[in-house]
T-cell receptor
Framework: GEDVEQSLFLSVREGDSSVINCTYT??????LYWYKQEPGAGLQLLTY?????DMKQDQRLTVLLNKKDKHLSLRIADTQTGDSAIYFC?????????FGSGTRLLVRP | GAVVSQHPSWVICKSGTSVKIECRSL??????MFWYRQFPKQSLMLMAT?????????EQGVEKDKFLINHASLTLSTLTVTSAHPEDSSFYIC???????????????FGDGTRLSIL
C-alpha cells in the first residue's frame, strides 16, 4: 500500500545539523521530494532527488537516498531558527504525490 | 520562478454559503493542478486532480458535487465548496505542475493555502 512515514518531532540547537528521516513503500517512485511548511502557509519545495541518485547537495541541504531500504533523509547543516517548520517528504506515484505525516523541526537558540 | 498564487488566503462565512477558491500559476502554464485539504497538525490529503479542459479526477471519498473544480485555462483552476458547513472548515491548498517538459520531470509547486472557516 501507499505509506510514507516520518518521525513527528525533532529538536536541535542553533548551529547544529538536523537530520530528518523518511521511509517510503513504492520502489517504483521516480522522484522523491522534500517540502517545508511554515505556520499558516503552503508548501515550499526545498529539493528533490531522482531515484537513480544516491545523494544530492544544495547549499546547506543534503539529501541521501537508500533505494534498497526505501529510506530518504534530509540533512540541514548549520541549522538556523528560521529553519523551524514542518518538513514533509513525498514520493511520486504516477502523477500524484504521497506525503508523509511531516516532521516538526524546532531550532533552539 | 514557478509561483502559484491562491486567493483568498482566509475566508469566514455562514453555513450554507458557497465559497470559491482560485489557484493561479503566475509564471508558467499548468496542464495539471491539484487540490489538497489539510487538517490541523496533519498531512495533506489529495482531494482531486484538475486537468485543463476536462473533468477533474476525484479521490475516493471526496464528493464531487460538494467540491466543484473548474480548470478553464492553463493558468487557473477554481475550487468551489458548495453549501459549506462547519465540517468543511479546513486549510485548502492547491498545487500546479509545469506542463513543459513532461510532467514526470516536474515537481508540484504550491500556493499559500486558504483557511476556510464556516460558522
Amino acid at each position: 500500500g501507499e505509506d510514507v512515514e516520518q518521525s513527528l518531532f525533532l529538536s536541535v540547537r542553533e548551529g547544529d545539523s538536523s537530520v530528518i528521516n523518511c521511509t517510503y513503500t513504492d520502489s517504483s517512485s521516480t522522484y522523491l521530494y522534500w517540502y517545508k511548511q511554515e505556520p499558516g502557509a503552503g508548501l515550499q519545495l526545498l529539493t528533490y532527488i531522482f531515484s537513480n541518485m544516491d545523494m544530492k547537495q544544495d547549499q546547506r541541504l543534503t539529501v541521501l537516498l537508500n533505494k534498497k531500504d526505501k529510506h530518504l533523509s534530509l540533512r540541514i547543516a548549520d541549522t538556523q531558527t528560521g529553519d523551524s517548520a514542518i518538513y514533509f517528504c513525498a514520493e511520486s506515484m504516477s502523477y500524484k504525490l504521497i506525503f508523509g505525516s511531516g516532521t516538526r523541526l524546532l531550532v533552539r537558540p | 520562478g514557478a509561483v502559484v498564487s491562491q486567493h483568498p488566503s482566509w475566508v469566514i462565512c455562514k453555513s450554507g454559503t458557497s465559497v470559491k477558491i482560485e489557484c493561479r500559476s503566475l509564471d508558467f502554464q499548468a496542464t495539471t493542478m491539484f487540490w489538497y485539504r489539510q487538517f490541523p497538525k496533519q498531512s495533506l490529503m489529495l482531494m482531486a486532480t484538475s486537468n485543463e479542459g476536462s473533468k477533474a479526477t476525484y479521490e475516493q471519498g471526496v464528493e464531487k458535487d460538494k467540491f466543484l473544480i473548474n480548470h478553464a485555462s492553463l493558468t487557473l483552476s477554481t475550487l468551489t465548496v458548495t453549501s459549506a458547513h462547519p465540517e468543511d472548515s479546513s486549510f485548502y491548498i492547491c498545487s500546479a505542475r509545469d506542463h513543459d517538459p513532461p510532467p514526470a520531470n516536474q515537481p508540484q509547486h504550491f500556493g499559500d493555502g486558504t483557511r476556510l472557516s464556516i460558522l
